[in-house]
């Protein structure tokens, strides 16, 4: 089934607005929190949200391993646990801002947010069920079902057996102190961090070492790079480089475009990366034309958290401004002015545009 393109031009569909109010953003006044509060951090849920009696559920641990597990979450709150602070961010995020957008939940965006989460690591448990040597990847399924691309599926998704591996990997049951929420994967999630959202599977059901790549919906068609159906693209792994900035004043009701009075303005935001630590952000009052850089702030809360920046602007006269912030990391990515197209609308980390009117 071939992906709907909307018209340059053409507005947000009914379809789209009701995937938008279920799968709700994070306020951006909101990046004044670094936990983000559970009921403001992002959403995003393909299907239903499964209804789990917690004494019935059981994780299966299975596959390629000497010795399949199944684990109550008594069992799996009994092993070790860590903690972890963690930015999670929907690799649809800045999807409607594409000319030519996709068909698909329409973030702008907002789909992003940070929690504390709390979990055993996945390796542990891999380990104690003797993870053979044949497993190439780690497949993980949902309880979750629906008909997506016109196939009936649970929502699976896989990782490479070195990814799966990595010590920060966690198989989550708390998010900020709290088990984790229905609509977050309760009982138990995973969180890969560094990693774009479509990874962090929720509502775990299975975990089965398998012996080849996963071809599944999720892994081969959906969460592609590619420009044409028939190509088999490029599949999304970590986060790009994005800053977004608290938008400064007060806004105007039905536009949010921002008022802020003639006099020196505190701009503040947050940034982050999945693939190495910001090395920096700049923030432009034109459009981006010239640029200046921002003040990092003291160190995220872990390696994949994202990190505080401000930059005192003073605004030269009345009138209208675009404020841009954008990020680069340590491996030298750097958010572009500009977004490159692709068929699922995916990765748009192009610069925030914030129209401020100073009088
Ligand atoms: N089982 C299941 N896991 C899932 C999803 C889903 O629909 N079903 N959505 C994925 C996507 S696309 C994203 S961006 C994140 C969102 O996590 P959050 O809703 O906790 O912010 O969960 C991922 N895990
Ligand atoms: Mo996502």
Redesign the pocket.
């Known amino acids: 089934m071939a992906r709907e393109i909307a018209e340059p031009g053409a507005g947000i569909t009914l379809e789209e607005l009701q995937l938008a109010t279920r799968n709700h953003g994070m306020p951006l006044e909101a990046l004044r929190y670094p936990i983000t509060p559970v009921g403001l951090?992002?959403?995003?849920?393909?299907?239903d949200i499964p209804v789990v009696e917690p004494e019935s559920w059981k994780l299966e641990i299975g596959g390629l391993v000497e010795r399949p597990l199944e684990l109550s979450l008594a069992d799996i709150r009994a092993r070790p646990a860590e903690e972890l602070v963690v930015t999670?961010e929907?690799?649809g995020n800045g999807r409607a801002r594409l000319e030519r957008r996709p068909i698909s939940q329409p973030w702008l965006l907002e789909?992003v947010?940070t929690a504390r989460w709390r979990g055993t690591p996945l390796r542990t448990l891999l380990e104690e069920a003797g993870l053979a040597d044949e497993a190439v990847e780690i497949l993980f399924t949902?309880l979750?079902r629906g008909v997506e691309g016109g196939i009936a599926q649970s929502?699976q998704r896989s990782l490479p057996r070195e990814e799966a591996l990595r010590d920060e990997v966690l198989l989550v049951y708390e998010m900020n102190g709290e088990p984790l929420p229905p609509?977050?994967?309760f009982p138990l999630r995973l969180v890969v961090p560094g990693w774009?959202?479509?990874t962090?599977?929720?509502?775990l059901a299975r975990i089965e070492a398998v012996d080849r790549p996963f071809e599944g919906y999720q892994q081969s068609t959906a969460y592609r790079l590619r420009l044409e159906e028939d190509e088999e693209g490029r599949p999304l792994d970590r986060m790009l480089p994005r800053s977004l900035m608290i938008p400064p004043g007060q806004p105007e009701f039905l536009t949010r475009e921002r008022n802020v009075p003639l006099e020196p303005c505190l701009l503040e935001g947050r940034a982050w990366s999945g693939t190495s630590p910001v090395a920096g952000v700049e923030v432009s009052a034109d459009g981006g034309e010239n640029w200046n850089e921002a003040e990092l702030g003291q160190e995220a809360d872990s390696a994949w958290a994202w990190r505080s920046w401000s930059y005192r602007w003073e605004p030269p006269a009345a009138g209208t401004y675009e404020l841009c912030s954008r990020a680069r990391d340590e491996a030298g990515n750097e958010q572009p002015l500009e977004p490159d197209w692709n068929l699922g609308g995916y990765v748009n980390n192009a610069v925030q545009r914030v129209r401020v009117v100073v009088s």
């Open positions: 951090h992002y959403l995003l849920i393909h299907y999670m929907c690799a789909a947010g949902g979750d929502f609509q977050h994967g774009y959202g479509m962090n599977v929720k509502w």
